[in-house]
């Protein structure tokens, strides 16, 4: 006998119930997984064993590549430390070296200058056993614009930045890690990637290829014996949000980098992808539940305040400057 509409109906039902229940708790094993057991386990993984003496982290004079830094030195990791400013790479290093029993080295490197600075990274990171890549850098419009808004040459290095230095740099020490069979790439996207983001459209379209790449990347190497990981923070008080004073200032969730870095840091060689922050994980799950197009219009309703923020409380006070 055939089912009735309503049966077929009623067991739709049942299976996206079951569907959603069994995401919610895959959700909470994950969070579990990657940010109660660290701090129940207070005994830290041996990076530099597990993965290799050496980690790489690409803009990190400031922010969460800075606290990334400090953080991994901490842990024992030598680093070398890639960004655009020299005398910032230099007071970084020794302020590190001072701190931590770790060696550092400093490459200068502007990423928004695109393929024609590979070479000499890799020329200079030859023969250097990393282990751990954290492709950090990044770059987010000065203030939530239309795109039309944006200059041309701001989009143009948000593109070089955001996506071509992840890439270029991953290539760059895979070779490498591949003859070991370990080490991690650690890819610092943003929560922006979980849908399109009207005002930061540019921005969050970068971290959509960000995912993408990491996802197939892990895919493509796991056997190999690479970690891939790939982080979807949601806000962390950091000049890349001078714009709103909102996220200027330190909350449950606007964490500062440090908590940030040690947070993120906790949940490497647990969990392939994470908010990297307990709190983000309660965001990202609550985030997840409108569909895409939902979301879309709530982050243009987010990003029009902050606009009005920086309209009204940042852009008055740089024209006085
Ligand atoms: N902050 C957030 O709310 C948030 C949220 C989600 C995801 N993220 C992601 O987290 C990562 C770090 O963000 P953040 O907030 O720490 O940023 P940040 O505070 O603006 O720091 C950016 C770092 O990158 C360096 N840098 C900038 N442009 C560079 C270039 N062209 N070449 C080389 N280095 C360059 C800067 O160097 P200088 O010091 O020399 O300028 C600085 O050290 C980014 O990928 C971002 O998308 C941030």
Redesign the pocket.
Known sequence: MLPSGIEIFALVGLVTVAYIIANIFWDILLAIQAHLIPRLIRRQVDLSAKYGPWAVV?????????AYAFELAKRKMNLVL????EE?LQLLAREIESKHAVKTAVIT????KGQAIAREIELKLKGMQIGILVN?????YTYPMYVGEVPEQELW?IIN??VG?TTLMTRIVLPQMLLRKKGAVVN?????ELQPLPLMTV?AAT?AYIRSFSEALRVEYQSEGITVQHLS?????????AFSHR?QENSLLVPD?PTYAENAIDTLGRVSHSTGYWAHGLQYFFTMIPPVLVRTYVGAVMNHVFRKDYMHNVKPQMSFL
Not at 59 to 66: Q, R, S, Y
Not at 109 to 112: G, K
Not at 233 to 241: C, E, G, L, Q, R
């Open positions: 690409t803009g990190c004079t400031d922010g969460v590549g800075k890639i960004s655009r400013t910032k490197a502007d990423f928004s950090n850098v990044g770059k987010q290095d930045i955001n230095a610092v996207s943003s929560s922006s921005y971290k923070p949601f806000f962390i008080n950091t000049k890349m949000n996220l980098a």
